[in-house]
């Protein structure tokens, strides 16, 4: 079985931080490049960070700019993504993705993504 698993949502206070994690099962993450995205209801999927297969390269949407922070550990066979500064319309669940996108823009659309992970929901509230 070929998986990524998210893990690390939960219930946060505005400002307050967490970090996500996504483990992979059944292949190497090695030759892959890893997207972060998230989705809150009645909402379209939104891509937040991508980065490249030897973590050289990292690249962040606008609205999460300054705040998360992507980063991998090829050894551990996981990706991570750290949220600070966390608001509630950060609201949604998030999930990460393995593929070989042939560009920056496609991996933040999510095109060229081969594995999906099913989601871990960060709640910000109050």
């Known amino acids: 079985q070929l998986q990524l698993v998210e893990s690390g949502g939960g219930l946060v206070q505005p400002g307050g931080s967490l970090r996500l994690s996504c483990a992979a099962s059944g292949f190497t993450l090695d030759y892959y490049a890893i997207g972060w995205f998230r989705q809150a209801p009645g909402k379209e999927r939104e891509g937040l960070s991508c980065?490249?297969?030897?973590?050289?390269?990292?690249y962040y949407a606008d609205s999460v700019k300054g705040r998360f922070t992507i980063s991998r550990d090829n050894a551990k066979n996981t990706v991570y993504l750290q949220l600070n500064s966390l608001k509630p319309e950060d609201t949604a669940v998030y999930y990460c993705a393995a593929g070989v996108p042939w560009t920056t823009v496609q991996a933040m659309q999510g095109h060229g993504m081969d594995y999906w992970g099913k989601g871990t929901l960060v709640t910000v509230s109050s």
């Open positions: 980065i490249s297969s030897s973590g050289g390269s990292t």
